[in-house]
């Protein structure tokens, strides 16, 4: 299905709300019925009928049919965080007892369900080096259920090979699962690769407007409907109907915005590539990046994230350089309008980050302002170091 006709105008049935051409916003907890035989029917498909929002709601399920279709998946769920999503989506396949291979470094929060959180309930947890296909192979057991990638991931931008790992996933029974928040369905489409479910940070890119937080999962029908019927009603992490508009809305300038963003990324990256203060870029489609061949059979082009690694002595330099950008806001989070920067070495001895990073390492995300405006800025700030 074509990706602007998905955006502007699928899922949307306007014939049944008066014509309205923006999806309506459903602000009800419940649905009336005039009698007892409708009530009972109505029941009988709660999840798939108006009857109560913490089921289904109209709007919602507007949203829900266009993540679907952009990540060409068969059905979705919109969850109130990227976070309750992941959850949601590992809870939905493991049980106690059974064992999850993931990739190293995962987001700070799926690190958590994982090894703080589903350990309490007998799951264990290998993470591997997911660069090397072998390494997936040698972590199997027997009780394996789940494969978790995250490709590339959002400090240090390694991959994974994701049409490999879903044939030795499907070989093994095991099901797979992608965190694809860093490329949106416009850049990768893991489904198309095999994996069996993709998970988004709505919050990120598909709103892109930093005014909601908000997670999806996609994946076939039956699984989906499985998740509604258990982890969804169950745990109740739902989006309401107002947030849910925010995102359609936000959609439909979802290829525009990844596009441009892009655009900007690769001049913003062709400056710090030859400048003396950059030690290392850490970034998919960097011309030297060793896993560049993978970047590009399975992406159709880099995110507007990235990573650098600064020439310096000190912390106060690192610092001297962050304070002195004006048109980067300092932040954590990504994927909206606003061009963002994320130093390391703020993080002190926070607990949600155990991976060690280096204390040098800066987090660039580049928003819809002019390129040439960002590259003067990063270039004065440099300066300053
Ligand atoms: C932000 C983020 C999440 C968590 O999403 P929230 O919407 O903040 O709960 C998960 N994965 C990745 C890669 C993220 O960047």
Same mark, same amino acid.
Not at 37 to 63: C, D, H, I, Q, W
Not at 317 to 346: H, N
């Given at each position: 299905?074509?990706?602007?006709?998905?955006?502007?105008?699928?899922?949307?049935?306007?014939?049944?709300?008066?014509?309205?051409?923006?999806?309506?916003?459903?602000?009800?907890?419940?649905?009336?019925?005039?009698?007892?035989?409708?009530?009972?029917?109505?029941?009988?498909?709660?999840?798939?009928?108006?009857?109560?929002?913490?089921?289904?709601?109209?709007?919602?399920?507007?949203?829900?049919?266009?993540?679907?279709?952009?990540?060409?998946?068969?059905?979705?769920?919109?969850?109130?965080?990227?976070?309750?999503?992941?959850?949601?989506?590992?809870?939905?396949?493991?049980?106690?007892?059974?064992?999850?291979?993931?990739?190293?470094?995962?987001?700070?929060?799926?690190?958590?369900?994982?090894?703080?959180?589903?350990?309490?309930?007998?799951?264990? !947890? &290998?993470?591997?080096?997911?660069?090397? #296909?072998? $390494?997936?192979?040698?972590?199997? /057991?027997? *009780?394996?259920?789940?494969?978790?990638?995250?490709?590339?991931?959002?400090?240090?931008?390694?991959?994974?090979?994701?049409?490999?790992?879903?044939?030795?996933?499907?070989?093994?029974?095991?099901?797979?699962?992608?965190?694809?928040?860093?490329?949106?369905?416009?850049?990768?489409?893991?489904?198309?690769?095999?994996?069996?479910?993709?998970?988004?940070?709505?919050?990120?890119?598909?709103?892109?407007?930093s005014?909601?937080?908000?997670?999806?999962?996609?994946?076939?029908?039956?699984?989906?409907?499985?998740?509604?019927?258990?982890?969804?009603?169950?745990?109740?992490?739902?989006?309401?109907?107002?947030?849910?508009?925010?995102?359609?809305?936000?959609?439909?300038?979802?290829?525009?915005?990844?596009?441009?963003?892009?655009? !900007? &990324?690769?001049?913003?990256?062709?400056? #710090?590539? $030859?400048?003396?203060?950059?030690? /290392?870029? *850490?970034?998919?489609?960097?011309?030297?990046?060793?896993?560049?061949?993978?970047?590009?059979?399975?992406?159709?082009?880099?995110?507007?994230?990235?990573?650098?690694?600064?020439?310096?002595?000190?912390?106060?330099?690192?610092?001297?350089?962050c304070?002195?950008?004006?048109?980067f806001l300092m932040a954590t989070s990504w994927?909206g309008?606003e061009s963002l920067i994320f130093p390391?070495?703020a993080?002190?001895?926070?607990?949600?980050?155990?991976?060690?990073?280096?204390?040098?390492?800066?987090r660039?995300y580049?928003g819809?302002?002019?390129?040439?405006?960002?590259?003067?800025?990063?270039?004065?700030?440099?300066?300053?170091?």
């Amino acid at each position: 299905m074509d990706v602007s006709y998905i955006l502007n105008h699928f899922g949307e049935e306007r014939e049944e709300y008066y014509g309205a051409v923006a999806p309506p916003v459903f602000q009800t907890s419940n649905f009336c019925f005039k009698t007892v035989a409708e009530m009972r029917e109505k029941l009988k498909r709660e999840l798939e009928t108006p009857f109560y929002s913490r089921g289904f709601n109209p709007t919602v399920s507007v949203l829900r049919k266009k993540v679907a279709a952009l990540e060409q998946a068969e059905d979705a769920l919109v969850f109130s965080s990227g976070s309750a999503a992941v959850a949601a989506a590992v809870m939905s396949v493991v049980k106690a007892g059974d064992h999850v291979v993931c990739v190293e470094k995962p987001y700070s929060w799926t690190n958590n369900l994982l090894t703080k959180y589903l350990s309490k309930y007998g799951v264990t !947890t &290998t993470f591997v080096d997911g660069k090397e #296909l072998i $390494n997936f192979v040698n972590a199997i /057991q027997p *009780n394996t259920k789940l494969i978790y990638l995250e490709s590339p991931n959002s400090l240090t931008f390694e991959m994974q090979d994701i049409e490999a790992v879903a044939i030795l996933a499907r070989s093994k029974n095991i099901c797979t699962i992608i965190d694809n928040s860093y490329n949106s369905p416009i850049n990768q489409q893991p489904i198309t690769l095999g994996i069996d479910m993709v998970i988004h940070s709505a919050t990120k890119y598909l709103n892109g407007h930093s005014d909601v937080v908000a997670g999806v999962v996609c994946g076939t029908k039956e699984r989906i409907m499985k998740m509604m019927a258990e982890e969804y009603m169950t745990i109740g992490g739902i989006i309401s109907a107002q947030d849910a508009a925010l995102i359609v809305r936000g959609l439909r300038t979802l290829e525009l915005r990844v596009n441009r963003s892009a655009e !900007t &990324t690769e001049k913003i990256i062709s400056f #710090l590539e $030859n400048h003396p203060k950059i030690k /290392q870029i *850490n970034y998919p489609f960097l011309s030297t990046n060793p896993q560049l061949h993978l970047a590009k059979k399975q992406m159709k082009q880099g995110g507007a994230l990235f990573s650098i690694v600064l020439n310096a002595e000190k912390t106060e330099q690192i610092e001297k350089f962050c304070d002195g950008l004006k048109r980067f806001l300092m932040a954590t989070s990504w994927g909206g309008y606003e061009s963002l920067i994320f130093p390391i070495c703020a993080l002190g001895a926070s607990k949600s980050f155990e991976n060690p990073l280096p204390w040098n390492l800066v987090r660039l995300y580049i928003g819809l302002e002019d390129a040439d405006l960002l590259i003067e800025d990063l270039g004065q700030a440099l300066d300053k170091m």
